[in-house]
């Protein structure tokens, strides 16, 4: 099973970004533009998971999802990778809020892969949605200049998905379990958390 664990932003979250993509999507130059579908906030890729180690990883996860707390998060902005020279292959709509405590759930998120014996990534965090991608790597100035200023509404995220990725399929992604944030279900967390 090839695995990630993500946040999905809400509906109405995804449709306004999708109207602002679409502004992109005029521009002439050939890029593969992802499906709203697909719009999902990455905490850590796992690869390729054996079924078998599916119980294991899921207690972990959940364990760590209990620790974090509900985020106030906003999809602004639109940045690209790699970040700097001429040529990018992807781009994307970035994320504003709760970044440490965003920062913090995706290391959390890590350290229980790696506590089952996962191989995860260790570079830099950056959170974002793909929305496009070029292929070869080309220069994505304009496309972001047509795009214009993204700033979408705020939401709470309270849950982490973990998602298994079937490419080629006709259900792309398909969630295998869905976990509440900790200090949401938990009845004595201090008020003032539940605001954004």
Same mark, same amino acid.
Request: aromatic content about 6%.
């Given at each position: 099973?090839?695995? =990630?664990?993500?946040?999905?932003p ?9 109207e602002a993509v679409?502004r992109? &999507? @005029? ?8 499906? @709203? ?7 850590? =890729?796992?690869?390729e ?11 972990a996860?959940?364990?760590?999802a209990?620790? $974090? *707390?509900?985020? +106030? ?7 690209? =990778?790699p970040? *700097?020279?001429r #040529? @990018? @292959?992807?781009?994307w709509?970035?994320?504003t ?17 790696? +506590? ?6 260790? *570079?830099?965090y ?7 991608? +070029?292929?070869?790597? +080309?220069?994505l100035?304009?496309?972001?200049e047509?795009?214009g200023?993204? &700033?979408?509404?705020?939401w #709470?995220? #309270? ?7 079937r490419?080629?399929?006709?259900d &792309?992604? #398909?969630t295998? $379990?869905t !976990?509440?944030?900790? !200090?949401?279900?938990?009845?004595? &967390? ?7």
């Amino acid at each position: 099973m090839r695995l =990630f664990v993500a946040l999905n932003p809400p509906t109405e979250v995804l449709r306004a970004l999708g109207e602002a993509v679409d502004r992109g &999507r @005029s521009h002439g130059r050939p890029l593969r533009w992802t499906h @709203s579908d697909d719009w999902h906030i990455t905490l850590v =890729f796992l690869g390729e998971v054996e079924e078998e180690r599916l119980p294991v990883l899921t207690e972990a996860i959940g364990a760590a999802a209990r620790t $974090q *707390r509900p985020l +106030s998060l906003a999809v602004e902005g639109w940045g690209r =990778f790699p970040p *700097r020279g001429r #040529r @990018s @292959s992807v781009l994307w709509a970035g994320v504003t809020g709760d970044l440490d405590a965003l920062d913090a759930l995706a290391r959390g998120m890590r350290r229980a892969a790696r +506590s089952v014996r996962i191989p995860v990534e260790r *570079r830099p965090y950056v959170p974002h949605l793909t929305v496009a991608r +070029s292929r070869p790597p +080309s220069d994505l100035a304009e496309v972001v200049e047509d795009l214009g200023e993204l &700033r979408g509404a705020r939401w #709470r995220a #309270r849950d982490v998905h973990l998602i298994e990725s079937r490419p080629g399929s006709a259900d &792309r992604y #398909r969630t295998v $379990q869905t !976990w509440a944030l900790g !200090w949401e279900a938990d009845s004595e &967390r201090p008020p003032e958390l539940d605001t954004p």
